[in-house]
């Protein structure tokens, strides 16, 4: 085996592992303990569409959670299961199903502010929107900031118009790109998703959106491969007339592509995504994640490459 040139490492990979993160950040290893909230999305309550993405299920996102309304059953539930395989393990509070900050301030704050002083968790980690997060939500959450770690994930998924309308995602690229620079202002860590595989976008789109990424530098970034899911809008449409999906080889060359140009200090939160075999229509092989990201490792030892690697 080559020699591995890349600095963000203990363990031979050639990219910036969510694990390294963490090991070095806390200390020890941390996972993220998933929390569903009971908010809801903009482009699902008509605040700026209906229906919600077309990829995305009626859980949003929040597919692995507890179905329960009750927040410490899900905390426990899911605290129980990580700390059987990682027992020493730090936890950090995440909250992943739909848009975690689409209320009023008051309402947030009733809801976090108490986590920031529960010594259970190490950080606090918040999925949302770009367009759920105005100045005041942003000013909190940089006071919170000074109280307990904080992350807040944004989804962009895409940053070509087309694909966004497609998706019926509800808001446009300029807005991520505001919240980003106003969170990093804010000095809140952020974290970017990002989605492959849209049918309607070649593969130089998908590099473009992590060119963007690259420009914009937020903290972290999570790659997903896109997931057909039962029950979706999408789902529906892949039913009455299946179209082609990425396959994985494309898939593994797409990404060592993209972490190519990402710079190296980047997190690289997520790799793959993760799906309930019995809602996933397509693609099957991002069922074997194990094998999805060992190929990823392959290829990038065959290729000498890394993260960064070409970076500007």
Known sequence: MKNNPFPYTTDNKRYHTYNYFTRTHYGNKAFKVSIDAGFTCPNRDG????????FCSDRGSGDMI????DIEAQIHH???IMKSKWPDASLIAYFQAYSNTHADLQTLKDLYTPFFHDDRFVSIDIATRSDCLDDEKIAYFSEMAKLKDLTIEIGLQSIHPETSEWMNRGHDLDSVTQCIQKLKVANIRTC???INGFPI???EDMI??????AELKPAMVKIHMLHIIAGTKLGSQYKRNPFPIMDQET????VVRQLEILPADIVIARLTGDGIPDDLLAPNWTL???QVLNDIDKLMVARDTWQGKYAK
């Open 201 to 203: 976008e070649t593969i």
């Open 251 to 254: 898939y593994v060359d797409l």
């Open 66 to 69: 507890l179905q329960t309304p």
């Open 78 to 80: 899911s605290t129980d």
């Open 192 to 194: 970017v998703h990002i």
């Open 288 to 290: 074997k994640k194990v």
């Open 47 to 54: 605040t700026c569409a209906s229906g919600g993405c077309n």
């Open 208 to 213: 473009e959106t992590a060119a963007y990424l």
